[in-house]
């Protein structure tokens, strides 16, 4: 995996001065445990999705559907949105970003249920494992569940969702994958979710300031060797769709502008006010970010 890539490499990079214990699985703690455990101290670093159950809100513009992220890396325009904007920054209080990518493009994964169009969501029970996700299926009509991401395939074998909004590696690696055979695609994806590989900014601290150094320099170590084996997991996964005689449901544009439009006013449109509401440039950061991605 390339969290244990990255720790070897810092190792290695430290002459053994750092020893760094890595624990899969939601051992540890569950995904929705983590960024409060960096604050609290219970663990040191750790990979994170952004949710706004932590107090997240205007970094959750990258998040938003139908942005069209043409690659997976993004460092260079997240640290210029850290830069311009004092708000986006303060955030992150408590941590420090080692780096940030982004995840593959999310699509519908029904066990068989035939999704072209927003009636054919209607009332169909999706599993989420962010809030984001929740509130694009909500949008369309469909029952966005929210669940830790390590319940994705027992949800789905028990019948307790109809499927997976998701991005077709993770649905792999979690084993629910095979037990789904309709895959609606919205071409390069609805949304593109952040992952970020964060320390606690006072364990960083703590440490002398050239292993510091080697850490703070280290990300793109763990976002090339993501990207690498997302791209593999990528074709692992549509070769086991295929190997199933899967049905894949290929989007044309204008099927897919139907879909952005709908979710336009409730995703999109009501993240701005929220934003407004607390005071925070919601519009100029969708605009930025909108930006940014044009010139990738």
């Not at 606690?200 to 150094?213: E, F, V």
């Not at 990300?219 to 090339?224: A, I, R, T």
């Not at 769709?241 to 879909?259: G, K, M, R, S, V």
Request: charge should be negative; glycine fraction near 10%.
């Amino acid at each position: 995996m390339a969290i244990d890539h990255w720790a070897e490499y810092v190792e290695q990079q430290s002459g053994g001065a750092l020893d760094l214990e890595v624990i899969h699985g939601a051992a540890l703690f569950t995904g929705d445990e983590i960024y409060g455990q960096l604050e609290a101290g219970g663990c040191d670093g750790g990979v994170y999705v952004v949710d706004r159950e932590d107090g997240f809100l205007l970094n959750l513009a990258l998040t938003l559907p139908f942005l069209g992220f043409p690659k997976q890396h993004f460092e260079d325009a997240f640290y210029t949105l850290m830069q311009e904007y004092p708000e986006y920054a303060a955030e992150w209080e408590g941590v420090t970003i080692i780096s940030v990518m982004i995840m593959p493009g999310t699509q519908f994964h029904t066990v068989d249920k035939v999704i072209k169009t927003p009636a054919e969501i209607q009332g169909v029970k999706m599993f989420c494992a962010e809030a984001s996700l929740v509130e694009i299926v909500n949008a369309v009509g469909g029952v966005g569940v929210e669940l830790p991401i390590t319940d994705m395939a027992p949800s789905v074998q028990t019948g307790v969702v109809d499927g997976v909004f998701n991005h077709f590696p993770v649905c792999n690696v979690f084993g629910a994958l095979d037990m789904m055979h309709c895959h609606t695609v919205f071409g390069g994806g609805i949304n593109f979710t952040p992952m970020f590989l964060l320390m606690s900014t006072k364990s960083l601290n703590g440490l002398p300031s050239d292993l510091k150094d080697l850490i703070m320099k280290s990300g793109s170590v763990w976002c090339d060797k993501f990207s690498e084996l997302d791209e593999a997991d990528m074709e692992n996964a549509i070769a086991l769709c295929e190997q199933n005689n899967d049905t894949f449901i290929e989007l044309t544009p204008a099927q897919i502008a139907e879909w952005r439009d709908l979710i336009k006013a409730d995703v999109i449109d009501s993240w701005i006010a929220d934003c407004n509401a607390a005071g925070l440039p919601g519009q100029a950061v969708y605009d930025r970010v909108m930006e940014l991605i044009s010139k990738m």
